[in-house]
């Protein structure tokens, strides 16, 4: 049976809980069961679903020359006085609960897209809430619940390959990847490792 992906409001405010694209993702993409599920995101349990929400923007923004069209990012509030109740009240009123990640797409962009676009998209923003990995490099679970701990990481060959894998690449995506292959490394691995904040920190995470 055909799900029907989902189709943020016509009447769009300026942000939306889109509770509807979480349930299409459990039935579809995070469901074992269903022909486009990605054995990738395996480690987002159902056990995890209360971890995350996703909410519409009406359209993107600007952000170095270029349109943002999603975002994820661990859910963080400022401290102090009533700012973390009041944002933590608008989760609520939102979704029910305090999500611990949150996916934001725009509206805009998923209104006037293929169903393929949208679905690229949005597992381009699930590949960012990665399972977690210890000082070996290894996958990292809870010791009180055994459950995977999640973390959000920067865009990799993993997720690049994953995303290209089921909804394909344009030409320009795969000549940079070519052009690049095919230059002397700027810089060696080794000093790399050791100027890169992201590296650092998933090493010693």
Not at 15 to 24: G, I, L, Q, S, T
Not at 25 to 38: A, C, E, S, V
Not at 176 to 191: F, G, H, T
Request: include cysteine; charge should be neutral; hydrophobic fraction near 40%.
């Amino acid at each position: 049976m055909k799900i029907k992906r989902p189709m943020p409001p016509d009447d769009m405010p300026a942000f939306a809980p889109a509770k509807e694209v979480w349930d299409w993702l459990k039935l579809t993409i995070l469901n074992p069961d269903h022909k486009i599920f990605n054995p990738d995101h395996k480690h987002l349990l159902p056990q995890h679903w209360g971890d995350i929400a996703i909410v519409w923007a009406e359209c993107g923004y600007k952000r170095g020359g270029k349109t943002v069209i999603g975002t994820t990012e661990k859910v963080m509030f400022n401290a102090g006085g009533w700012k973390k109740e009041r944002q933590e009240a608008q989760m609520v009123e939102w979704f029910g609960f305090v999500p611990n990640f949150l996916i934001t797409l725009s509206a805009s962009f998923c209104r006037d897209h293929s169903d393929v676009e949208f679905c690229a998209l949005v597992e381009h923003e699930l590949y960012h809430i990665a399972h977690a990995k210890n000082e070996f490099g290894m996958p990292k679970y809870s010791r009180d619940t055994g459950k995977p701990i999640l973390a959000i990481q920067s865009h990799d060959v993993e997720e690049f390959v994953g995303v290209v894998r089921r909804y394909g690449a344009s030409q320009d995506d795969i000549q940079r990847l070519i052009d690049a292959a095919m230059q002397k490394p700027e810089v060696s691995r080794v000093a790399l490792r050791h100027a890169c904040g992201t590296c650092s920190s998933l090493r010693i995470a």
